[in-house]
């Protein structure tokens, strides 16, 4: 028996003016995003802005339904959004923040276990780091230079080939 140990790697900033211009940009087309969820349910409105190669970006945010389970989270809104209009273009980033109806949210917001399939996916296929750059309304930003580390022991398609 042997123990391994897994190490992953972010990055926090106090607050989003530290970030590129191109990254603070991006965080604010999720704030933007956010502003227009529809979100009657559960009134946590998350939004997404996903920046594809070239720099064109893509805004997404939750779509709630009467019958739960047939809404889907922003970042998927957002990627599968850009991915129907750009197929061939790669994803170089997204930004995932959110509003709650209850309080000021001031953590970053992490994607769920879900949505960071999705991204997986995206990421294997584009061959390229995607950066995940997460803020609540306010605060502090969290950013992950790849998915790779939000989700390991990925289940990805070369495993699909090989099987
Ligand atoms: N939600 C997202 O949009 N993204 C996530 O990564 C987590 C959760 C949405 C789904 C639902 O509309 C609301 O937040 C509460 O779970």
Sequence with gaps: MKKETIQIEWYHYDDATKLSPEDQFLLNEAHEAA??????????KVGAAVRLQGGIIVRGNNQENVAYPSGLCAERVALF????TYPDKKVEAIAITAV?????????????????Q??????????IPLKVIMQGQ????LVAPSMAGLLPFSFLHDFLDKY
């Excluded at 709650?100 to 960071?116: F, M, N, Y």
């Excluded at 306010?138 to 930003?141: D, E, L, M, N, Y």
């Design 35 to 44: 502003k227009q969820a529809y979100a009657p349910y559960s009134h946590f």
């Design 81 to 84: 959004h850009a991915h129907a």
């Design 100 to 116: 709650s109806a209850k309080t000021i949210l001031d953590e970053p917001v992490a994607p769920c276990g879900a949505c960071r």
């Design 118 to 127: 999705v991204m997986a996916e995206y990421e294997h296929r584009g061959g």
């Design 138 to 141: 306010t605060g502090r930003v």
